[in-house]
């Protein structure tokens, strides 16, 4: 499969890469900096320009995503805006307009996390974007075109990940950021939609 895979140069998204790689696919990389295509999935001109240069592709995979960590009571309206923009704007963005140009029976595979079932303190930005992007997944199965699919990946923390992190998810336990790839090769290669894949 051809398959165009944003947040490319990321912790999660090498990990993509390579498990994708292994498989035989052939990947377009995008990202800001660093991958084929340069794009800032946060805005939509900038989607537009990433599925033209990209051409037709059968699957879009997603392992892009930013949102503000702050104590709740710190939080101002520019955070909570940019927290659903960084992570789920930019996510029902990328199928929004890739439903569009992917092939009829393309799959998308977005990324949310942990916290949408468990919060943390100065989490609750992930935890807005995580939850709405889950359950847009969900909405979204019964709306796609054709054949298209879509599933989500709802990894724990990384392992590789617990030295940025280590703080905030003190107790959980991390889960190699493979087996969140293996997660993106299963949606990509099977047949079902509206998943969210729990990896924890
Ligand atoms: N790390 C963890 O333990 C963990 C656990 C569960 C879920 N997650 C989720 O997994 C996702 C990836 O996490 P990560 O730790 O791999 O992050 P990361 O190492 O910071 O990588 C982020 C990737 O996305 C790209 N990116 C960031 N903002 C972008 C934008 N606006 N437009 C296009 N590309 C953009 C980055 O490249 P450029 O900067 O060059 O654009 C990079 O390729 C996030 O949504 C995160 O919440 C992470």
Redesign the pocket.
């Known amino acids: 499969m051809r398959i165009l895979l944003?947040?490319?140069?990321?912790?999660?998204?090498k990990a993509v890469h390579e498990a994708l790689r292994a498989r035989g696919h052939e990947i377009v990389t995008?990202?800001?900096?660093?991958?084929d295509i340069s794009?800032?999935?946060?805005e939509p001109e900038s989607i537009r320009a990433m599925y033209e240069k990209a051409g037709r592709v059968d699957a879009v995979a997603n392992?892009?995503?930013?949102?503000p960590w702050k104590p709740l009571t710190e939080l101002g309206p520019d955070d909570v805006l940019a927290g659903l923009r960084?992570?789920a704007f930019?996510q029902v963005e990328l199928v929004r307009q890739g439903a569009a140009s992917a092939a009829e029976d393309a799959s998308f595979t977005l990324?949310?996390?942990?916290l949408s079932r468990d919060p943390v303190l100065t989490g609750s930005m992930?935890s807005l974007a995580n939850g709405a992007i889950e359950a847009f997944v969900r909405a979204a199965a019964i709306e796609l075109p054709h054949r298209q699919r879509i599933n989500v990946v709802s990894?724990?923390?990384?392992t590789e990940?617990m030295p940025a992190?280590g703080e905030i998810f003190v107790g959980f336990q991390p889960v190699p950021v493979a087996a969140?790839a293996r997660a993106y090769v299963r949606s990509i290669e099977g047949r079902q939609t509206g998943r969210v894949y729990v990896v924890e």
């Not at 944003?6 to 998204?13: Q, S």
């Not at 995008?30 to 991958?35: D, L, M, T, V």
């Not at 794009?39 to 946060?42: E, K, L, P």
């Open positions: 944003a947040g490319a140069t990321g912790t999660l998204g995008a990202s800001r900096k660093g991958s794009v800032d999935i946060t392992a892009a995503g930013w949102v960084g992570k930019s990324v949310t996390g942990v992930a990894p724990t923390v990384f990940s992190y969140a």
